[in-house]
């Protein structure tokens, strides 16, 4: 009995393990992993021009945030 409960395990393991290898797999061959060179040439090249209009678009939401907690509610 003790040897069939090993057995099933074994199986179980091993084919969930191939089910895991075979997703791994197709996410490597569909690009899933590809993004991380892009996202950090992206950070390490960034013109200032473009550092500076991320930094005026975020303070245009910080205001307009701030003005719509300033409104009173319109009912």
Same mark, same amino acid.
């Given at each position: 009995m003790m040897n069939d409960i090993l057995l099933m395990m074994l @199986? #179980? &393991? #091993? $084919?969930v393990s191939f @089910? @895991?290898? %075979?997703?791994?797999i197709w &996410? %490597? +061959?569909s690009g899933q992993? !590809? !993004?991380s060179k892009k996202m950090m040439g992206g950070l390490l090249f960034d013109s200032t021009e473009d550092l500076n209009d991320a $930094? *005026?678009?975020e303070e245009k939401v +910080? *205001? %307009?945030k701030e003005n719509k907690k300033s409104e009173p509610s319109k009912k």
């Open positions: @199986i #179980v &393991g #091993v $084919v @089910i @895991i290898l %075979a997703f791994f &996410g %490597a +061959k992993f !590809d !993004d $930094v *005026k678009k +910080k *205001k %307009a």
